[in-house]
């Protein structure tokens, strides 16, 4: 063995090939380096293009992804697709369900949009009135000027001084303005519950569909769904909507009463003329009213329609308990 390490080593072919693995490496290491200077080279290309504006995409989408997608997207709204028979019970009380979660909170949010732009405009009118009639309240400085002027004319005149009668609000003023701040006020807070009942409306949608997921039985989505339905009609939600109807109604109807009582004092023509305005509307209020309760076909409900309804309702239901 050791003879033919020898041989090996005396070898000129053996002795040339390893006095060439230098120039090997080298070469190695000078295609490494072509290959490494190439690589960052298109490092920074790609580099500067992510920072420039790139033109618009104008490839077609991948079919294969669209029908991955389309594919989720159709088995999660085929509330059949369970082939248990209580699943399809509740697949079919969930599409039952479907239009009325579409048009409940529609409706919400519709009545809360048109209450805040009539409740801007009442406003601001109802404060215009109360810029002009709050000064009644308190007692005018010009008048007390003037008191002073004429306790100086007397006392250098040496006659006598009139009694200085002591500041009074009437009651017609303080009326009117109690009144038009009550209105104000009542106004001012359902403009406050329309903004609240828009965002309790978007928080009942994304409630309804939170855990409407691929991997989810159609039995838990059914309970999800009867369990945030409870808690709405619960607590009123549909309620609360008529509530802020009626209350917008009781601020212009305690305008309009404040606006008589401020009118009669000062022209009692231009206040005749305006209660008899106001007097149709009122008639005319009170006829729908009464017509949705005799008729329950009629369509002119008012928030004057339910205590009719209400009140022996509710004292029949007292006798009973």
Known sequence: MSTDRANRDNDPTTTSAYMST????????????????????????????????????????????????????????????????????????????????????????????????????????????LIASYPSLSSNPNDETTMLLKQLLAATTNTSVPVD????????????????????LISLACALLATLIQDWSRNYTRDINRRSTLDESVFSRAYNHIYIRMGVNRYGMDEVVEIMVAMIHLSVALFAGGLLLFLFPVNRIVAYCVTSIISFFVLAYCTASLLSVLN??????????????????????????
């Open 296 to 321: 329950t076909d009629c369509p002119y409900r008012t928030p004057l329609t339910y205590p009719p309804v209400l009140i022996p309702w509710l004292v029949k239901y007292s006798l009973n308990y």
């Open 165 to 184: 009668v002591p500041f009074q609000v009437s009651t017609n003023a303080l009326i009117v303005n109690c009144l038009w701040f009550c209105s104000l």
């Open 22 to 129: 230098p120039d090997i490496c080298e070469r190695v290491a000078s295609a490494l380096d072509k290959v490494l200077s190439k690589y960052f080279e298109e490092r920074d290309e790609l580099s500067r293009a992510s920072r420039t504006k790139m033109p618009p995409d104008t490839s077609k989408p991948d079919p294969a992804l669209d029908n991955l997608f389309s594919k989720y997207w159709e088995e999660r709204d085929d509330l059949f697709r369970a082939k248990t028979s209580t699943d399809k019970f509740w697949g079919t009380y969930l599409r039952a369900m479907k239009d009325e979660d579409e048009a409940r909170p529609k409706y919400w949010e519709g009545n809360t949009g048109s209450i805040l732009t009539f409740t801007g405009l009442f406003a601001a009118t109802v404060g215009a009135f």
